[in-house]
């Protein structure tokens, strides 16, 4: 009978070496100052100690692992042209914990991602196994909802996604919508019109745009109507064909709105519909024409939905902090 494999107990120590061939990435592995190598050690609570092209890492066997597992995924990330960042390194860190999108085994944070974004601007890369999975959604359904908190990506992988589509001709052009919901603020005393009242409740979705393509042509794609950003309110009595169709904040929807929205959907179209059923804004929480679509078209082919959690927040790591520290059982 063959002996099962022995673990490491807990609190056995391990001394790893990594060695890399290509040395001149290293000063970007290691980020300014050896940030990247301090957040490793401060988030997994080894130490790293860098002699050339070699790093060395001890602490709890485990985590040792995970270390290794991290630096060796951000250098293949390096080898392969993509760039790192903190966000990026938070992300691997996350990810090296989880298991992969089948659940069975250890997510190969070592091996670079086999789903990717790609716009005028950047290459997008998941940063949790989550973002995996809404990223293959986004590519393959044609509606897909989005739920989870803020800072998970819902919103931007949705825009990238888009803003891809549209320059490789797959949709004539997007619609990007969000429902002008007053949350403690009253639209009736903002200044200026219609227009300039609605905006700063579309800003996120400006943002991302700006993030995924070449201000001129965000500006110029506007302008002649390829690009489209307005309240939910403005959708009606519209059949969308062709298009890329995103509705955000949409726990903020009530039922015949969320029932409107869908409706829209016309020929060659794709439509991603993204929020947080935790922030209702709405007089009747209970009534979110998010929630209700869900629980209606869950399990419909060609529908997919992804669920984030505090896990997938890849802003700032206080963020996810802060998101989990609401949702907690103190909450």
């Given at each position: 009978m063959?002996?099962?494999?022995?673990?490491?107990?807990?609190?056995?120590?391990?001394?790893l070496?990594?060695?890399?061939?290509?040395?001149?990435?290293?000063?970007?592995?290691f980020?300014?100052?050896?940030?990247?190598?301090v957040?490793?050690?401060?988030?997994?609570g080894?130490?790293?100690?860098?002699?050339?092209?070699?790093?060395?890492?001890?602490?709890?066997a485990?985590?040792a692992?995970?270390?290794?597992?991290?630096?060796?995924g951000?250098?293949n990330?390096?080898?392969?042209?993509?760039?790192?960042?903190?966000?990026?390194v938070?992300a691997?860190?996350?990810m090296?914990?989880?298991?992969t999108?089948?659940?069975?085994?250890?997510h190969?944070?070592?091996?670079?991602?086999?789903?990717?974004?790609?716009?005028?601007?950047?290459?997008?890369v998941?940063r949790?196994?989550?973002?995996?999975?809404?990223?293959?959604?986004?590519?393959?359904?044609?509606?897909?909802f989005a739920?989870?908190?803020a800072?998970?990506?819902?919103?931007?992988?949705a825009?990238?996604?888009?803003?891809?589509?549209?320059?490789?001709?797959?949709?004539?052009?997007l619609?990007?919508?969000?429902?002008?919901?007053?949350?403690?603020?009253?639209?009736?005393?903002?200044?200026?019109?219609?227009?300039?009242?609605?905006d700063?409740?579309l800003?996120?979705?400006y943002?991302?745009?700006?993030?995924?393509?070449?201000?001129?042509?965000?500006?110029?794609?506007?302008?002649?109507?390829e690009?489209?950003?307005?309240p939910?309110?403005?959708?009606?009595?519209?059949?969308?064909?062709?298009?890329?169709?995103?509705?955000?904040?949409?726990?903020?929807?009530?039922?015949?709105?969320?029932?409107?929205?869908?409706?829209?959907?016309g020929?060659?179209?794709?439509?991603v519909?993204?929020?947080?059923?935790k922030?209702?804004?709405?007089?009747?929480?209970?009534?979110?024409?998010l929630?209700?679509?869900?629980?209606?078209l869950?399990?419909?082919?060609?529908?997919?939905?992804?669920?984030?959690?505090?896990?997938?927040?890849?802003?700032?790591?206080?963020?996810?902090?802060?998101?989990?520290?609401?949702?907690?059982?103190n909450?």
């Open positions: 063959p002996k099962r494999p022995v673990q490491a107990e807990a609190g056995q120590k391990a001394r070496e990594l060695v890399f061939e290509k040395p001149y990435l290293l000063t970007a592995l980020g300014e100052y050896d940030q990247n190598l957040a490793i050690e401060n988030r997994l080894v130490y790293i100690a860098a002699r050339g092209n070699k790093l060395q890492i001890e602490g709890e485990e985590a692992a995970r270390a290794r597992d991290v630096l060796q951000l250098y990330r390096l080898v392969v042209g993509q760039q790192i960042d903190s966000g990026a938070e691997v860190i996350a090296s914990a989880e298991p999108l089948d659940g069975i085994i250890r190969d944070v070592s091996e670079p991602p086999k789903v990717m974004i790609r716009t005028r601007k950047k290459t997008i998941p949790t196994a989550n973002q995996g999975v809404y990223m293959e959604a986004l590519a393959r359904n044609d509606l897909i739920l989870g908190p800072g998970t990506g819902k919103t931007y992988l825009v990238a996604q888009a803003v891809s589509q549209l320059i490789t001709g797959s949709v004539d052009r619609i990007l919508s969000r429902p002008a919901v007053e949350a403690g603020e009253k639209l009736g005393f903002l200044p200026g019109d219609m227009k300039e009242k609605v700063p409740y800003r996120p979705l943002d991302a745009l700006y993030d995924t393509l070449p201000a001129e042509q965000v500006e110029r794609r506007i302008a002649s109507g690009i489209e950003i307005a939910l309110a403005f959708m009606r009595g519209r059949t969308l064909a062709n298009a890329f169709i995103i509705l955000d904040e949409a726990q903020n929807t009530t039922i015949a709105q969320m029932k409107m929205f869908l409706t829209r959907f020929e060659g179209s794709r439509m519909i993204c929020g947080d059923p922030q209702v804004d709405l007089p009747t929480p209970g009534a979110s024409g929630a209700d679509a869900v629980d209606k869950e399990g419909i082919e060609g529908i997919a939905v992804t669920r984030f959690t505090t896990a997938d927040v890849v802003r700032h790591p206080i963020v996810g902090r802060i998101v989990a520290a609401y949702e907690g059982p909450a």
